[in-house]
T-cell receptor
Framework: DADVTQTPRNRITKTGKRIMLECSQTKGHDRMYWYRQDPGLGLRLIYYSFDVKDINKGEISDGYSVSRQAQAKFSLSLESAIPNQTALYFC????????????FGPGTRLTVT | AQKVTQAQTEISVVEKEDVTLDCVYETRDTTYYLFWYKQPPSGELVFLIRRNSFDEQNEISGRYSWNFQKSTSSFNFTITASQVVDSAVYFCALGRVRGSNYKLTFGKGTLLTVNP
């Protein structure tokens, strides 16, 4: 089984709808991250969490919110989806005892129409 | 500010050719890490290598090799005798050291196409 899982893998939604993307990990890592990937722009950090009680905004947090329900779960919400939030979303984890390498989930392809 | 530049947007080679992917970074930190990730057509991101800023030794792993030069702020990746399975987008990333290592700054990626 994959160490970092994301659900759903694909989602099409309409403008204005609320949507939640979920991430779970079995790696035992304390740090979790949400990124979005757009063609030609690489990966940009949306939110990150060092532990259950610590949540921080990344470089593009507007329009998004997150919840760290447990050490192993980190969800991303779009309160009112808009078309320019159409992207590939990745969850990642890392261990504070490591050297910074992050391990990524398989991604969620979100389309907002 | 941290910045990673991958000047090559796309590279196309024929199988068995050697290919080098360039990565140039900017940071004011004296201690940092550098990473390469591979994103094959299936979409997942695969961690390839991590390099500590104190360790400028080149590294080789099979057909892959990495050349870290602090003097030129570069961390280039070479694939020897490329294969079709090497076709992917490759990302270089820069990270801060442990303790504040909460964020990786990614380059925009290089799309490598290896043709049979």
């Amino acid at each position: 089984d994959a160490d970092v899982t994301q659900t759903p893998r694909n989602r099409i939604t309409k403008t204005g709808k609320r949507i939640m993307l979920e991430c779970s990990q079995t790696k035992g890592h304390d740090r979790m991250y949400w990124y979005r990937q757009d063609p030609g722009l690489g990966l940009r950090l949306i939110y990150y969490s060092f532990d259950v009680k610590d949540i921080n905004k990344g470089e593009i947090s507007d329009g998004y919110s997150v919840s760290r329900q447990a050490q192993a779960k980190f969800s991303l919400s779009l309160e009112s989806a808009i078309p320019n939030q159409t992207a590939l979303y990745f969850c990642a984890t890392s261990d504070h005892r490591g050297s910074g390498e992050q391990y990524f989930g398989p991604g969620t392809r979100l389309t907002v129409t | 500010a941290q910045k990673v530049t991958q000047a090559q947007t796309e590279i196309s080679v024929v199988e068995k050719e050697d290919v080098t992917l360039d990565c140039v970074y900017e940071t004011r930190d004296t201690t940092y890490y550098l990473f390469w990730y591979k994103q094959p057509p299936s979409g997942e991101l695969v961690f390839l290598i991590r390099r500590n800023s104190f360790d400028e030794q080149n590294e080789i792993s099979g057909r892959y090799s990495w050349n870290f030069q602090k003097s030129t702020s570069s961390f280039n990746f070479t694939i020897t005798a490329s294969q079709v399975v090497d076709s992917a987008v490759y990302f270089c990333a820069l990270g801060r050291v442990r303790g504040s290592n909460y964020k990786l700054t990614f380059g925009k990626g290089t799309l490598l196409t290896v043709n049979p």
